[in-house]
């Protein structure tokens, strides 16, 4: 029988990865993810898991060892953040080119300097060129659930490509929630298992893995590497279809809340979705069409999905809790300007930077997002295309 | 029971010909003799380097057996992490689970990584003390030409003092590297793991002894082979043998191993020649012939050769 029980994000994504039971855990402990790679020792020690668990001495060993693990043949997982994310970049474009379905949990928090521990999205979107899927969950469910779709995703025949899943560090991570945790057997299940493609440890069938490949083959590996993206797609809504079916709790690309008759639209994604929801919540009482588009899958990214969700619009507020130096705009919103333009889509929209480094959102500041929505939408532009939210001046 | 010269040549080769590494280079000699040392399966890793251009420059691959390359840094994590996965699909295998249909349920699979010393020594010892100090079953072998050869002979920490390198250049003020080499292999013996050796390719009997020894060994070893350069050492290639011969002889790259702890030498030079004849023979070692600063850094090699052997012999009981 599935269990209702209180757990913190990372400990549900440690009772995911119980479930999940990989062949090889290779980690390297980091705050806010921590919790994830020391619940999961206790498991090792415990004997209730079969894996192999490496205690790697950097993260960027932790993603060596995982992609040649999984080069081996066999399911791999990992759990990191912030700066450990940044140590292994070098790693993570190579797991992607090597096709190889490792699954990375990334708590997300802030890039150093000067050094922060809380939350924000400058890790992930710093690896969003890498060529890994990118899932973000809103709450512990969502984390939990995310994680196990993810060996169905990564895995699939025509993707074969590398998982992240997101949670928002201390925000999820450490904040406890009722879980839904459901039976050992029926996650099995739903996994199925592992299938290895060209494994190394196939000693009749040597292969040379990561050659050199120059001018003459290398483009060409990367077309190919690119067309994986668009069946990555698919492979999140029919996982998550499936996971609805047998689970009862849906999933795809995005959430549409309150979307439908929506005047005013913000866009955010991970526990920001959940803050927005009070907000629409709010300003529904109040007879405004507020409405929230939360993404859930930023890689690969759904252009035609979002461009479609957004038409009706009269104003989108696009929230990234992350900044691009140098850029004029966040990453997010910079893909969803692009989206809507390639889709003939026009819509007034606004850019927020929110959340560096942990700084709080309240329901009330994503209130205030609407009401300077209605200006835009009356206006037919922002005042300004970017803000920074609630940051002292 | 080793195998003898004409087993060994009756062992189907590893690393096929056709490789496009330099006329001369120690490296394909070493791994072979490595490679020829067990009749285990055996799977490889690569750091970035030499070897691993010139084997695998798609679509072709000199290599028979499964081998992998992911970056310059990670040898020992890459290895460790193939190894891993083996280990996991036994252990289950233990509890009951079948194994995947790929792995041979009979076979004794080993576990090798090949990495420069710029792999080894500079960027890559990090990973490498890691994964020892873990205690994986892996052979590490590192092929030390004592710089950064592919990249175009740059200087490393295993390049001898007065080493003249594109990154320590022999100039009229500076005569090539101010710096001695660091002891890795004394590094490697330090983490205590049961099985650590030098070798050279000009003796092979000593490099496949010492690689069956480290084969057969449940844990992490390390073999330190200096493998010559004819391209950044500047010596003609048909020397090569040679060349690490006399790195032996004058006791610059004494050939020894620490098994379980204790040292042993495993070759002793009748007659320790002085280091002029291995530096002569090399273009990198010119600049040291012609002056008096060229002849204080001999001097200075020299000292520093000495301590280091009657270093070793007090470690290996002979002083």
């Keep these: 029988m599935p269990q209702v029980k209180p757990m913190e994000g990372n400990q549900a994504v440690a009772e995911a990865m119980r479930q999940i039971n990989p062949d090889v855990v290779a980690a390297y402990p980091i705050t806010p993810s921590t919790e994830i790679v020391q619940t999961f020792a206790q498991f090792v020690a415990d004997g209730e898991v079969d894996t192999n668990f490496v205690t790697v001495e950097s993260e960027h060993s932790a993603m060596s060892a995982c992609t040649a693990a999984a080069a081996a043949g066999g399911r791999v997982m990992n759990a990191t953040s912030s700066a450990g994310l940044a140590l292994m970049w070098e790693i993570l474009y190579i797991t992607a080119s090597l096709r190889m379905p490792v699954i990375l949990t990334v708590v997300n928090r802030a890039l150093s300097g000067n050094i922060n521990i809380h939350c924000d999205h400058s890790d992930t979107m710093g690896a969003r060129d890498a060529g890994w899927i990118q899932l973000y969950a809103e709450d512990v469910q969502e984390a939990y659930d995310n994680l196990i779709q993810a060996v169905g995703i990564g895995a699939r025949e025509d993707v074969r490509l590398p998982v992240m899943s997101c949670l928002d560090g201390f925000l999820v991570s450490h904040s406890y929630e009722l879980l839904q945790v459901e039976d050992d057997e029926a996650v099995q299940e739903f996994i199925g298992p592992y299938q290895a493609r060209y494994p190394l440890l196939d000693i009749e069938n040597p292969i040379t893995m990561g050659p050199l490949d120059l001018w003459d083959f290398y483009f060409e590996h990367k077309r190919d590497q690119w067309e994986a993206y668009g069946p990555a797609k698919q492979a999140i809504v029919e996982v998550g279809e499936a996971f609805g079916e047998k689970f009862g709790r849906h999933y795809g690309l995005m959430e549409n809340y309150q979307l439908d008759d929506a005047e005013f639209v913000v866009m955010a994604m991970s526990s920001m979705a959940g803050t927005a929801k009070d907000a629409v919540e709010t300003l529904r009482a109040e007879g405004v069409k507020a409405g929230l588009l939360k993404l859930r899958a930023f890689r690969p990214f759904p252009a035609e999905e979002i461009a479609e969700a957004l038409q009706g619009a009269a104003a989108v507020a696009i929230c990234d809790r992350a900044a691009s130096f140098g850029a004029e705009v966040g990453p997010l919103y910079a893909e969803v300007t692009s989206a809507l333009y390639n889709a003939g889509v026009h819509i007034p929209c606004s850019n927020y930077i929110y959340g560096l480094g942990g700084r709080m959102v309240t329901p009330e500041d994503i209130v205030g997002i609407y009401r300077d929505l209605e200006q835009v939408a009356a206006e037919g532009q922002p005042p300004q295309p970017l803000q920074f939210l609630g940051v002292r001046s | ?319």
């Excluded at chain 2, 990973?127 to 002979?153: D, I, P, W």
């Excluded at chain 2, 050279?200 to 010492?210: A, E, Q, S, V």
Aim: proline share 8%; net charge neutral.
């Design chain 2, 1 to 319: 029971m080793p195998k003898n010269l004409k087993e060994l040549s009756h062992t189907p080769l590893r690393l096929t010909g056709g490789h496009r590494l330099c006329p001369g280079c120690g490296e394909p000699i070493a791994v072979r003799q490595v490679l020829m040392a067990t009749d285990d399966p055996v799977i490889a890793a690569s750091c970035t380097g030499c070897l691993e251009v010139s084997t695998t420059i798609f679509p072709y691959t000199a290599w028979n057996i499964p081998w992998i390359h992911i970056a310059f840094e990670n040898a020992a994590a890459t290895i460790t992490g193939i190894e891993a996965m083996y280990k996991a699909h036994k252990a289950r295998a233990a509890k009951g689970i079948p194994l995947p249909d790929y792995i041979d349920p009979d076979a004794d699979y080993k576990f090798v990584a090949f990495a420069g010393d710029g792999g080894t020594y500079d960027i890559g010892f990090q990973s490498l003390s890691g994964a020892v100090e873990r205690g994986h079953q892996f052979l590490y072998v590192c092929l030390n030409n004592e710089a950064y050869m592919n990249t175009g002979v740059q200087r490393s920490s295993a390049t001898p003092m007065g080493g003249n390198t594109t990154t320590s250049p022999a100039g009229s003020v500076i005569p090539g590297k101010q710096q001695h080499q660091k002891d890795l292999t004394a590094c490697m013996a330090a983490h205590d793991i049961p099985y650590v050796a030098q070798s050279i390719p000009g003796r092979w009997r000593d490099l496949t002894r010492k690689a069956e020894k480290a084969f057969a060994i449940d844990g992490p070893t390390f073999i330190n082979v200096l493998t010559p350069c004819p391209l950044g050492w500047r010596h003609a290639p048909e020397i090569t043998p040679e060349i690490s011969q006399l790195a032996a002889d004058t006791c610059i790259w004494p050939l020894y191993e620490v098994e379980d702890g204790e040292w042993k030498l495993t070759y002793k030079p009748k007659e320790k020649k002085p280091i002029e004849e291995y530096l002569e023979p090399q273009g990198r070692f010119r600049h040291l012939f012609r002056g008096a600063k060229g002849a204080e850094v001999r001097k200075e090699m020299q000292q520093w050769v000495d301590y280091k052997w009657n270093q070793l012999l007090e470690r290996c009981g002979e002083a």
